[in-house]
């Protein structure tokens, strides 16, 4: 008798713990889409010769859905008060129109400069198109003296979105760099900005001769396409993170083969490299909702 009476008790107890593992996962779905990917955080590096006040975003993937989070973002970016913003990629999402929705980043503080990502060239912007970049980064050449990414420019792409992004961004005063160069001040330094245009897009052609300066730093929106160049920092994007990290087991994009890393990707004397989870999203599950867990949004705020 007192064991059927300790099993019906075993018993009951079931739907408690089911309904409380339904709570949790609707609690966990609902920061996950409502909360987290409106929010953010500052990761701030130390680099040692880089300039201070220079603030590192990317992915900003703006379109009317996300408008007023991109004026916050911008508003906590000024807040910084940064002497330069650096942005790699990925202005827009999935339209030539997005391109309208810009304006939010009007009022920016600081010299801006600004390299174009996949999104801003419609290049391979969903699941299937990343899978193929896999197979034509292959035949790709990454070494410093033979740089040739020619093998991505499969034509699958949208010049005139990219010319949209970039006209917009120049009325907003972005200094827009395509494989090209501009030397600032910055924190007392003069600092060589490297901007790279598109890797998937196949339009990544490094500058072949530079000027000295005191720091140099690369632009890029695609980690996987970085050489050994001679900088002294290089900031990419792309990744987001993953935007969704599970705990031990990591992001669902490593699963596939596909990269979903951030953080210091290179870490020697003289030479550093970061890869931003970047501030927007990218709608997930059939492009539904967005979503981010363990994942924020970052600002990057260097020294």
Not at 51 to 76: C, Q, T, W
Not at 167 to 185: I, M, P, S, T
């Amino acid at each position: 008798m007192v064991g059927k009476l300790v099993q019906m008790k075993s018993t009951e107890r079931l739907p408690i713990i089911a309904v409380a593992a339904f709570l949790l996962l609707g609690a966990l779905l609902a920061y996950s889409v409502f909360i987290e990917p409106r929010s953010y955080s500052i990761t701030r590096l130390s680099v040692d010769g880089a300039p201070a006040r220079v603030v590192f975003i990317a992915d900003l993937h703006v379109r009317g859905a996300n408008y007023d989070y991109i004026k916050y973002v911008v508003s906590e970016v000024n807040k910084l008060n940064p002497d330069m913003v650096l942005v790699s990629g990925d202005f827009i999402l999935e339209n030539e129109t997005d391109a309208q929705y810009l304006d939010a980043l009007s009022g920016l503080k600081g010299r801006k400069y600004a390299v174009l990502g996949n999104h801003d060239y419609l290049a391979s912007i969903d699941f299937a198109g990343s899978q193929m970049k896999v197979k034509e980064k292959a035949q790709a050449n990454f070494s410093v003296g033979g740089y040739d990414v020619s093998s991505l420019d499969d034509g699958l792409y949208s010049q005139a979105a990219a010319g949209t992004v970039t006209r917009k961004l120049q009325a907003l005063g972005f200094h827009v760099l395509k494989n090209d160069y501009e030397l600032a001040d910055a924190g007392g330094k003069r600092v060589l900005v490297v901007g790279l245009d598109d890797c998937w897009a196949g339009k990544t052609k490094p500058p072949i001769t530079l000027p000295a300066a005191d720091y140099g730093i690369y632009l890029l929106h695609e980690p996987e396409c970085i050489a050994d160049w001679d900088y002294d920092l290089l900031l990419a994007g792309h990744t987001h993170g993953g935007q969704i990290v599970f705990p031990i087991v990591g992001a669902p994009q490593s699963w596939t083969g596909m990269d979903a890393f951030s953080g210091m990707l290179v870490d020697e004397p003289g030479k550093k490299a970061y890869v931003t989870r970047g501030v927007g999203s990218y709608p997930m599950f059939l492009g539904i909702a967005e979503m981010r867990f363990n994942c924020a949004p970052e600002i990057v705020l260097i020294n």
